[in-house]
């Protein structure tokens, strides 16, 4: 129906034209690379530019891509390696030396593992620890930067200098692998950071060979895979994926084992029994369905415990002994059902990052003092006013998130107990080390009280996020204050040329999403040329946006990708014309554009369809378009009478609710 706003057809437009191709049901052998392509590849990550090579370094260039063969891996791996070093021809020459001649023609790949051996010899020690604990992880597997760095933390790999921090430490390491193209990123966010990484199939042998032969990880769970000696485990790594019945063996030595790193649906009767690993410091089940609760019920023998992570979903409360767990340091509740967190989880002094799904704030949490992180907690009729006023005291807390669910009588000013409580907390947080604050509601929960009383401003907040059902009816006073704001999600309603003004006055703002209902002026939404001069990704939700966004010349000149929706309906009548200026975003690389089809006439979808599609044609030839049609269903068709206007105007009031794409 209408009301349900639901996408029903998606067309996805690809404008890259350099990429265009067909599917069949074939397969092909993949070629190397031409000469052309491989120098092209080679010198654009050694140098930053194909023309960037020295004179002097040319020949011995060319003699190390014949030694490649085309091969890409072989190519991105040893100009990385060159990246890191000198730009002598006499490093260089040895680093030819290092590399066999016959690349080309091995077709078992020796030469290439050669290659890679080289890059990894290469590497500072604490990276090659850090590489070699990568092989825990199964084959293809996505592996989150920020769990990877604080697995890093608790193992002790991360020696900092001075006073430095230690997760900023790890995610340095992190990306120097990614440099060095020894670790693949997965989704490049707005700051230019990878939210995640995989490890290339050949790369995974060479560090699965290598923690083998070193005993640093033990496998189980892969026949391929040999796990001996079973005397002097350090890392257990148990993949039920690879082979669903593991049976550990009787004569393996469980009790120094420093880390257990469970995937996959082990059998009850197959689970070791947590309370023989006296030594372990990271314990990281993914088990969705068969654990329950009762498996952790010796968990407070664990006494070395730094890093617990529970992806189980059967598990919906844990032992009230969890606070004897003093070395605690990570505490990942998200895939869970735990709900109440037991008392004596504030006796956990030493705990710096507590993830939860929906979980109460406990009472008592002003006692753990070493919280950096605290997500997403869940703030109900439940949750004492004296625990949001604890809130305030944690002064190392840097990312604080929220889920308002109450349904709190205001008799008495019940209400605004809770409200004043939390803003008094928000106030003091943000003056010390707030970098984060998400906001979300399942239930439509007004956020008035944040609209101008956070003074002063959290002069260090980096980001902003709100995803509930309510609007605030114009941007805050204190977000104009946020010159560190990289990171925006906010509901606006109506959102009009002011509110982009402010926004787009923010020095450090590289993403913003603001959703809306409306839009005004109906005529045309200006963005001008001042302003958003970082901006790099700009996602805007609206149902009624009128004609849309017109970006002046010379708008946003750093914006990439762009999600924007436009009323076929409106944009004839209203605009006398189909120009949106996005031939003048020249640095965009994404355009996902939204056709709101209600009301209007299926050549009036088609032609702002290919309006859209001649604009984005005048950009980059590497620019990706996307078309998508909403409530399709709702195009009127030749000779159908138009809507009443009473029906329009019935249907608008149902539309007046949140929209948020995932």
Request: net charge negative; with cysteine.
């Amino acid at each position: 129906s209408s009301s349900s706003r639901i996408l029903t057809t998606t067309r996805i437009i690809t404008v890259a034209k350099y990429c265009s191709s067909q599917h069949h049901d074939h397969l092909y052998e993949i070629k190397p690379l031409s000469a052309t392509h491989s120098k092209s590849l080679f010198f654009k990550r050694a140098f930053g530019s194909e023309g960037g090579c020295p004179l002097q370094l040319r020949e011995v260039s060319d003699e190390i891509l014949k030694k490649c063969g085309g091969l890409p891996l072989a190519i991105i791996t040893v100009a990385s390696l060159l990246a890191n070093k000198a730009s002598t021809k006499e490093e260089w020459l040895r680093i030819r030396n290092s590399i066999g001649s016959a690349l080309e023609k091995d077709l078992d790949m020796e030469e290439m593992k050669k290659i890679l051996f080289l890059s990894y010899n290469d590497l500072p020690y604490h990276l090659k620890t850090c590489l070699l604990y990568l092989s825990i992880f199964p084959e293809d597997y996505e592996i989150k930067r920020d769990r990877l760095v604080r697995r890093w933390i608790a193992e002790g790999f991360i020696n900092p200098a001075g006073g430095q921090d230690l997760e900023e430490v790890g995610e340095g390491y992190f990306s120097e692998l990614i440099n060095r193209s020894l670790i693949e990123p997965v989704e490049i966010q707005y700051d230019g950071r990878a939210d995640a990484c995989r490890v290339h199939d050949m790369i995974l042998d060479l560090i699965i060979s290598k923690s083998i032969e070193e005993n640093f990880v033990t496998f189980s769970g892969d026949k391929k895979l040999n796990a001996l000696p079973y005397d002097k485990v350090r890392r257990l790594s148990l993949n039920y994926h690879a082979q669903e019945h593991i049976m550990v063996p009787s004569n393996m030595i469980v009790s120094h084992v420093r880390s257990l790193t469970i995937f996959g649906c082990a059998e009850a009767e197959h689970m070791l029994s947590l309370s023989k690993f006296h030594s372990v410091r990271v314990l990281d089940l993914e088990n969705r369905e068969v654990l329950e609760h009762n498996c952790l019920k010796h968990i407070n023998r664990l006494s070395q415990l730094k890093y617990l992570r529970l992806d189980v979903r059967r598990i919906t409360a844990l032992p009230e002994q969890l606070g004897e767990l003093q070395n605690l340091q990570t505490l990942d509740l998200r895939w869970t059902l735990v709900k109440k967190l037991p008392a004596s989880i504030v006796q956990l002094q030493k705990l710096a990052c507590l993830l939860v799904n929906c979980t109460e704030l406990p009472e008592g949490i002003g006692n753990m003092q070493a919280l950096r992180e605290l997500s997403e907690v869940e703030i109900n009729q439940n949750t004492s006013p004296s625990s949001l006023q604890e809130l305030g005291t944690l002064t190392k807390l840097r990312m604080l998130g929220l889920n308002l669910n109450w349904h709190i009588s205001n008799t008495n000013g019940g209400m605004k107990a809770y409200t004043d409580n939390l803003v008094m907390s928000l106030c003091k947080l943000g003056m010390l080390n707030l970098r984060t604050i998400q906001i979300q509601s399942y239930n439509f929960c007004s956020l008035d009280f944040l609209l101008d009383s956070w003074f002063p401003p959290p002069c260090f907040l980096q980001r902003f996020e709100i995803s509930t059902e309510y609007y605030f009816p114009r941007i805050p006073k204190w977000v104009a204050s946020l010159d560190h704001l990289s990171y925006l999600g906010i509901y606006v309603d109506p959102v009009d040329e002011e509110t982009f003004r402010i926004l787009g006055d923010l020095p450090s703002l590289l993403f913003l999403w603001i959703s809306s209902r409306t839009a005004r002026p109906k005529e045309r939404l200006i963005i001008s040329s001042n302003g958003f001069r970082y901006l790099k990704e700009l996602y805007f939700t609206c149902w009624d946006s009128g004609t849309g966004l017109m970006f002046e010349a010379g708008a946003m000149p750093e914006l990439e990708n762009l999600r924007v929706p436009f009323s076929a309906h409106d944009v004839f009548p209203l605009c006398g014309g189909l120009d949106f200026g996005i031939q003048n975003l020249h640095s965009l690389k994404h355009l996902h554009v939204e056709i709101v089809c209600y009301g209007a006439k299926v050549w009036e979808v088609e032609a702002l369809e290919d309006a859209v599609k001649n604009a984005a044609g005048c950009l980059s030839d590497e620019l990706t378009l996307e078309v998508s049609r909403w409530d399709e269903e709702e195009i009127v068709k030749d000779g159908e009478h138009k809507l009443a206007e009473e029906e329009v105007d019935a249907d608008n009031c149902v539309r007046n609710t949140p929209l948020r794409y995932y």
